[in-house]
């Protein structure tokens, strides 16, 4: 299930890269994968939580904050057994994703640029949405500091991980070196997605974790922890989208016209 939310995700990022060629299409897949996302979204949270709160152990600086979240952990594993979903709810979900899947061929329907510079013209749109929405993310989340605010931004990030890797062919060194690094903003601002989703189930099931003391403990390393990927996080990110979309977006269409040319 969380394999196939995570091709779900990567589809969206590649959507938004062409969006600009059929604006209709893209608005109803992302509407219908949204749906399946949200769906298993459900199942998901709670493996997320006890995945989250078993780096957090390992993140902890004392052997107290250690075995608090340990336990802790073990508890939320009884509460994902508690609150599983019936077997009839599973399948039911099964096959609504693997509905989802099948619906892909509705790609066949996209109405795609009809030469080579329109194609072009459409990636470079498509990169420099990407790159101006990246930046008004990055000074939302500079400047409040939100869950949300870098949530979005891990969006961004996605995006520009899978749009890196499917434009490689025109540059792949710097294409690769792109795909990398947002690789890896993703799996920080996941990380932090994850701990401030753990944060909210604390806030209406702390008594289902433990004592005080084991709470406390782990809110401590939570904080921590998202201070860290945070402070890391930001400078990533400057780096990964540093230029100014508009000129961005001008050298990923000159750079694919250029591989149109070389590849005839």
């Avoid at 009884?78 to 599983?84: D, F, G, T, Y």
């Avoid at 994850?194 to 944060?199: E, K, N, R, S």
């Avoid at 806030?203 to 904080?223: N, P, R």
Wanted: charged share 30%.
């Amino acid at each position: 299930m969380h394999t196939t939310r995570k091709q779900f995700k990567r589809m969206r990022g590649l959507y938004r890269l062409v969006q600009s060629a059929d604006k209709e299409f893209r608005e109803k897949e992302n509407t219908r994968i949204g749906e399946a996302m949200r769906a298993l979204a459900a199942v998901r949270d709670a493996t997320s939580r006890i995945e989250c709160a078993r780096h957090l152990a390992v993140s902890a600086s004392t052997a107290d904050e250690h075995m608090a979240i340990i336990r802790i952990c073990d508890r939320l594993v009884e509460w994902r057994k508690e609150h599983a979903p019936s077997g009839e709810e599973m399948a039911a979900l099964q096959a609504r994703t693997i509905a989802t899947c099948h619906e892909a061929k509705a790609l066949d329907t996209f109405s795609a640029p009809d030469s080579a510079r329109a194609t072009s013209r459409t990636f470079g749109r498509g990169w420099m949405r990407t790159s101006d929405r990246a930046a008004k993310a990055i000074e939302n989340a500079r400047n409040g500091g939100d869950a949300e605010s870098f949530h979005a931004l891990r969006k961004r990030a996605q995006d520009r991980w899978m749009q890196s890797g499917f434009l490689a062919e025109a540059w792949p060194s710097a294409f690769f070196a792109s795909s990398a690094r947002s690789k890896r903003l993703v799996q920080l601002l996941g990380v932090n997605q994850d701990i401030a989703l753990l944060g909210n189930f604390i806030d209406t099931h702390a008594a289902d974790l433990g004592s005080f003391g084991d709470v406390a403990h782990l809110l401590s390393v939570m904080i921590a922890e998202s201070t860290r990927m945070r402070a890391e996080a930001l400078p990533l990110a400057d780096a990964i989208f540093a230029g100014r979309p508009e000129r961005e977006g001008e050298r990923v269409e000159l750079l694919w016209r250029y591989a149109c040319k070389v590849r005839r």
